[in-house]
């Protein structure tokens, strides 16, 4: 509620038209590596879900958004994977959520997903999501994880612009007072190498 309070006073809105919970499968790789049993920690990742389901679920029936949905990066994980987050009992859960504050029908609409060329199980996820009319999000279609290494997976020539911009930036920073910021750029421009692309 009070994050939600929050981006409302941000965006100087009234209703957000979808909430997405963001990654709720960070319990889980917490509890991965507090050693937690496999069935304890799904147990205790459902109950979570539900109880923000719950409120979700009244923040709809207050108006203050039109649905909700899950953006996790694990719907795209093998089922076999400690972090996948099991997406199937989903709808249970905000049906249940629904009935708990006398909804109707539950507002459970949206799931996000990683869906790229490298990461495809995630269309497993995407094809329950349609079978049971949830909107499908795609999240890095032009980026992907593999193999625990990310990947830029489309690419683009180096701005004509970069070194004007950043000499006109380390000047204006050149002074004691800005001299931070003057130091961070030189850093960011030593390390660009790094990097596939600015």
């Known amino acids: 509620k009070d994050q939600l309070t929050e981006s409302l006073k941000r965006l100087e809105m009234q209703r957000i038209d979808c909430y997405l919970l963001h990654n709720p499968e960070y319990y889980l790789l917490d509890a991965i590596n507090r ?13 979570r ?19 909700y949905g899950i953006s996790s990066n694990s719907f795209s994980k093998n089922s076999s994977s400690a972090e996948f987050l099991p997406y199937e009992d989903l709808i249970t859960l905000a049906d ?13 609409t949206t ?17 329950w999501a349609k079978e049971n009319g949830l909107r499908v999000l795609a999240n890095r279609p032009l980026n992907a994880e593999y193999k625990g290494k990310m990947y830029r997976l489309a690419d683009y020539d180096e701005s004509r612009e970069y070194y004007h911009h950043l ?12 001299k931070p910021l003057y130091n961070l750029f030189e850093e960011l421009d030593a390390s660009k190498h790094k990097f596939g692309w600015i």
């Open 35 to 47: 050693g937690i049993a496999k069935d304890e920690m799904q147990g205790e990742m459902y109950g």
């Open 49 to 67: 879900i539900y109880r923000a389901f719950v409120v979700l679920e009244q923040e709809v029936k207050d108006g203050r958004i039109l649905s």
């Open 96 to 108: 249940r959520a629904s009935e708990e504050v006398s909804n109707e029908t539950h507002s459970f």
């Open 111 to 127: 799931v996000q997903l990683p869906i790229n060329i490298l990461e495809q199980e995630g269309l497993k996820c995407a094809e």
């Open 167 to 178: 000499n006109e930036l380390l000047e204006i920073c050149d002074n004691e007072q800005l």
